[in-house]
């Protein structure tokens, strides 16, 4: 059972644009929700987390936007380059049993036109 | 750049074998994520370890297993290989047992099985 689901599968974006990928969840026990990038041959890196009590954070050119009532978040890049032509994986962290692990969507695969 | 180191980078092994898959962790963390990213399941989780003790365990299969050591490194042992192994297995560490609400992964370790 997937229990992040995201989307799209893939995303193909003109240089400047704005990227946006989107994921739901199912369980409410989740408590932090980190995106992480994804180059070929590479492992993921942490780009931007969020914590259920917040509705949007910023860093640079990337934005979590989190809709708690909805179970919804999703990750918005702004003026979108060709270096950000990645993977990019939303994920949810379980409370309780599943302490500590991570729970991952299917992933984007971002490509950026020149 | 996360920290986290994994060796070997790529193993090439028939089926039946037996392999070792090596985690250091950044340092001063202590918590220890395994997972397994294939084409067909994505990103799963599979085992965590805090300082030494197993703390939580996904769907690792029981020809699976894994130990972390005093000096925090740790291995992950896959025995009786089949076909269906063949995957990314990556490594991720963590301040917390809880993760510290940041998991960093290493490069990972490409395991092709034929």
């Known amino acids: 059972q997937q229990q992040v689901k995201q989307s799209p599968q893939s995303l193909i974006v003109q240089k400047g644009g704005i990227s946006i990928i989107n994921c739901a969840y199912e369980n409410t026990a989740f408590d932090y929700f980190p995106w992480y990038q994804q180059f070929p041959g590479k492992g993921p890196a942490l780009l931007i987390a969020i914590r259920p009590d917040v509705s949007e954070k910023k860093e640079g050119r990337f934005t979590i936007s989190f809709n708690k009532s909805a179970k919804q978040f999703s990750l918005h890049i702004m003026d979108s380059q060709p270096g950000d032509s990645a993977t990019y994986f939303c994920?949810?962290?379980?409370?309780?049993?599943?302490?500590?692990?991570?729970?991952f969507g299917r992933g984007t695969q971002l490509t950026v036109w020149p | 750049d996360s920290g986290v180191t994994q060796t070997p980078k790529h193993l090439i092994t028939a089926t039946g074998q037996r392999v070792t898959l090596r985690c250091s962790p950044r340092?001063?963390?202590?918590?220890v994520y395994w997972y397994q990213q294939s084409l067909d399941q994505g990103l799963q989780f599979l085992i965590q370890?805090?300082?030494?003790?197993?703390?939580a365990k996904g769907n690792i299969l029981e020809r699976f297993s894994a130990q972390q050591f005093p000096d925090l490194h740790s291995e992950l042992n896959l025995s009786s290989l089949e076909l269906g192994d063949s995957a990314l297995y990556f490594c991720?560490?963590?301040?917390?047992?809880?993760?510290?609400?940041?998991?960093?992964f290493g490069p990972g370790t490409r395991l092709t099985v034929t």
């Open positions: 370890y805090y300082n030494g003790e197993e703390r």
């Open positions: 994920a949810a962290r379980g409370r309780g049993s599943t302490l500590g692990r991570l729970y």
């Open positions: 991720a560490s963590s301040v917390a047992p809880q993760g510290g609400y940041e998991q960093y």
């Open positions: 340092s001063g963390d202590l918590s």
